[in-house]
C-alpha cells in the first residue's frame, strides 16, 4: 500500500527543516470572551471585539459559540483583522452565519480560512471579531465566545 507524508510528516522523516509550534506539540490556547451583562440591542453590520491572537497562531476546528435565544434570523461571522492597522483580512474567515437565534452551543469553525481542509496560520497579530448579520442581535442576549487556536 502506498503512503503519504502530511506537510508535517516530511519535516519529521527529512528531520528538516523544524516542525514550528502551531504545526506539532503547541499549546492549545482558548481566547474566551462573552457579552456584558447589559448592552443594546445590535443593528446588522455591528461588530463585537473578541480579542487579540498573537503572530504564529493557527486557529483549529474546536470553536464555539454558546448562546441564549435571540431574535429570528440572527447570525453573527466571526473573523479577523490587523491590529495595527485594523485592516479587515477576513470578515467570516473563521466562521460564517452563525446560528445565535436558538439558544444552544455551536461550531464557530465554517469560515474559508480554516474549514474544507484549509489552514490558516496568523502572519502578525490579529483582532477576533464578530459581525452581526442575518437580523438584529437581541439586547442583553447571553453570548459566550470560546475561539481556540495553537501556539508555542
Do not use: W
Not at 503547541?26 to 455591528?46: C, E, H, V
Not at 473573523?79 to 464557530?108: E, W, Y
Amino acid at each position: 500500500m502506498a503512503e503519504v507524508n502530511t506537510t508535517q510528516g516530511a519535516k519529521i522523516v527529512n528531520r528538516t527543516p523544524k516542525l514550528l509550534p502551531h504545526e506539532s506539540f503547541g499549546r492549545k490556547r482558548i481566547l474566551a470572551s462573552k457579552m456584558p451583562a447589559t448592552y443594546a440591542q445590535l443593528a446588522i453590520n455591528d461588530t463585537i471585539f473578541i480579542g487579540r491572537v498573537p503572530a504564529g497562531s493557527r486557529f483549529t476546528l474546536n470553536s464555539k459559540v454558546s448562546c441564549a435565544a435571540g431574535t429570528a434570523s440572527s447570525t453573527l461571522d466571526i473573523g479577523i483583522r490587523s491590529t495595527s492597522s485594523g485592516t479587515v483580512i477576513d470578515a467570516d474567515g473563521l466562521a460564517a452565519s452563525v446560528n445565535t437565534n436558538a439558544a444552544g452551543q455551536k461550531d464557530a469553525n465554517t469560515g474559508a480560512l480554516i474549514a474544507s481542509g484549509a489552514e490558516y496560520v496568523t502572519t502578525e497579530e490579529v483582532d477576533v471579531y464578530a459581525t452581526v448579520t442575518g437580523a438584529v442581535l437581541a439586547a442583553n442576549q447571553a453570548l459566550k465566545f470560546e475561539i481556540e487556536y495553537v501556539n508555542d
